[in-house]
């Protein structure tokens, strides 16, 4: 429809329809009556998809804390009013997708249960298949939370939720395939063939994070706190764009003048912001804070927690403290694997930034759009001069005092 060829009938000139030769009154008549048929459609669809989520949250049961999570649920559900959208799978759809769940398809595992591979037949979409553990119910606040926050929330740096199977006691999330895998097998699970990530990969990663998370902070209304930003959950596509996942523990923020929301200590270990763990109130700044971990990983190459390493070595930001207040240990900090290969004013800027997010006080922390506006900055080589250019360090040789001197540009302030 909606392209007319000219046409002359009785003596007049006529615009037709070219697919169906009608006149184009007639036409309207019948686009106005498809139109109708079709919003009617588009309507009931809408309202099984909200009447799915609905009974979703309604079906599903919770071992504690029953009614806290079903008005939580029920708040994500009001503020998506109908703009939810999630495909309802059947079990048998998926279990042909990842050929029974087998082992040969498993990606990953982690705390809630198995991710595996999968092809949908029909459309031979390639994704992937996260099958939540069915031992207790624990994990149904989780998986509700992340149908429904997942639905709701959509840009280029968070995974997309095709859809859940919630049949029986099943509790099954789809999502996007990312053929990359996670940050952590990049970073910190390095397995002995595969090359480390370069310094402008690492920067762009890095950005692509602070993105998503300034989306959920400053764009998403309500704002939302992430609560779990650590290297497993920064999933790469193939160009190594990273994609936040796992909103399970995610939390619609601060509504109005409040600054926190006030909450049970969760995420993880070694991620966690003091004053969270501390006191449970939980603000961006947590987020910030634990965006200061992933990056100091990303520049380091080591865990957050690392408990094969000698004790002072085990927790990175302490391990990093004192190298950070010294400017000539600051090159002591850049991950081996780099062997040099980074300008050095980037490494200082990047070190910058990672000290301000992991400030102790929270409200000393920048805003993420602040970070990502001078991490900007980082993922570009021609912003690096020849003298800061690769190289510029000498692989397992320290610049002396002076150079380092020379290089800190305008940044003569201690970092923590
Ligand atoms: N959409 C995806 N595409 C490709 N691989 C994925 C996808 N989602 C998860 N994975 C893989 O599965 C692994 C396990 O993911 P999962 O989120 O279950 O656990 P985790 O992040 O390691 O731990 P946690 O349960 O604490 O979040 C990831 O590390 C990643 O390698
Ligand atoms: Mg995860």
């Known amino acids: 429809m909606g392209i007319f060829s000219s046409t002359k009938r009785r003596g007049k000139k006529m615009m037709t329809c070219v697919c169906c030769n009608k006149p ?33 949250v309604g079906n599903i ?67 992937a298949v996260k099958q939540l553990d069915r031992n207790g119910f624990q994990g149904n606040r989780e998986f509700l939370v ?4 997942l639905g709701l929330l959509h840009h280029q740096n968070l995974v997309n939720l095709l859809g859940y199977c919630a049949d029986g006691d099943q509790r099954i999330l789809v999502y996007e395939y990312m053929p990359l895998g996670s940050l952590e097998d990049h970073l910190l699970d390095l397995s002995p063939n595969k090359k480390p990530l370069d310094w402008y990969t690492r920067m762009k990663i890095a950005v692509g ?6 989306y959920l902070h400053d764009i998403a209304n309500p704002p939302v706190i992430y609560r779990d930003l650590k290297a497993s959950n920064i999933l790469l596509d193939e160009d190594y764009n990273p994609k936040l996942s796992d909103f399970g523990l995610a939390k619609l923020g601060p509504i109005g003048d409040k600054t926190h929301v006030s909450t049970r200590v969760m995420g993880t270990y070694g991620y966690c912001a003091p004053e969270y763990a501390l006191t449970g109130q939980l603000t961006k700044m947590s987020d910030v804070y634990s965006f200061g971990v992933v990056f100091l990983e990303l520049i380091t190459g080591r865990r957050a927690i690392d408990i094969k390493k000698p004790t002072n070595e085990q927790q990175l930001v302490h391990w990093a403290e004192p190298l950070l207040r010294d400017k000539r240990k600051f090159v002591q900090i850049a991950d081996p694997l780099l062997k040099g290969k980074f300008p050095i004013k980037s490494l200082y800027q990047a070190l910058a930034v990672a000290a301000l997010c992991l400030h102790k006080e929270a409200s ?16 570009n ?13 000498p692989e397992k040789s320290s610049p002396s005092n002076s150079e380092i001197e020379r290089e800190i540009v305008g940044n003569d302030n201690v970092l923590i």
């Open 24 to 56: 184009p009154d007639e036409n309207k008549k019948q686009t106005k009556k498809r139109k109708t048929k079709w919003s009617w459609r588009i309507r009931k669809e809408r309202k099984k998809k909200k009447n799915g989520l609905k009974s979703l």
């Open 61 to 127: 049961s919770f071992r504690s804390n029953s009614d806290k999570h079903r008005s939580a649920a029920n708040e994500i559900l009001r503020v998506g009013n109908e703009n939810i959208a999630a495909r309802v799978f059947k079990f048998q759809e998926l279990a042909a997708a990842t050929k029974n769940f087998s082992t040969s398809n498993l990606l990953g595992e982690g705390g809630f249960g198995r991710v595996y591979k999968g092809c949908l037949e029909g459309t031979n979409e390639v994704v």
């Open 146 to 149: 992340e149908v429904l926050m």
């Open 209 to 214: 994070a602070a993105k998503g998370l300034e």
């Open 364 to 379: 000393s922390r920048p805003l993420i759009g602040d970070v990502v506006t001078a991490l900007q900055f980082l993922i």
């Open 381 to 393: 080589p021609s912003n690096d001069t020849a003298e800061d250019s690769e190289q510029s360090i």
